[in-house]
């Protein structure tokens, strides 16, 4: 089955930076894209950023855009989520998640939750003021 797992979170001052790293197994990576979603305590999960398949093609929230930068290297099957000059409100778990189809039209990025059909644990995000 497909397993996601997720590291490098931790406790980082405001202005600082983290990258977080997926690792993933039991599905041909290549061929999916992937997405990072974070949920805030108290708040709904939302969606940070996405990477198609192929080309890695990204997109991301707004909240995140310039600061955070989504990447993948398909050799060794993982993703990751580069975040730059964090806020306190950046502060949450964070989760890799895999497509739930292959191959998606590269011309349209998944964002919603539903469109995922793997999920990881989830890391901590902590961001001090």
């Known amino acids: 089955q497909v397993q996601l797992v997720e590291s490098g979170g931790g406790l980082v001052q405001a202005g600082g930076s983290l990258k977080l790293s997926c690792a993933a197994s039991g599905l041909a990576f290549s061929r999916y894209g992937m997405g990072w979603f974070r949920q805030a305590l108290g708040k709904e999960r939302e969606f940070v950023a996405t990477i198609t398949w192929g080309s890695g093609r990204t997109y991301y929230a707004g909240s995140v855009k310039g600061r955070f930068t989504i990447s993948r290297d398909n050799a060794k099957n993982t993703v990751y989520l580069q975040m730059n000059s964090l806020k306190p409100e950046d502060a949450a778990v964070y989760y890799c998640?895999?497509?739930?189809?292959?191959?998606?039209?590269?011309?349209?990025?998944?964002?919603?939750?539903?469109?995922?059909?793997?999920w990881g644990q989830g890391t901590q995000v902590t961001v001090s003021s």
């Open positions: 998640a895999a497509d739930a189809i292959s191959f998606r039209d590269v011309y349209s990025f998944a964002t919603t939750s539903r469109e995922y059909g793997s």
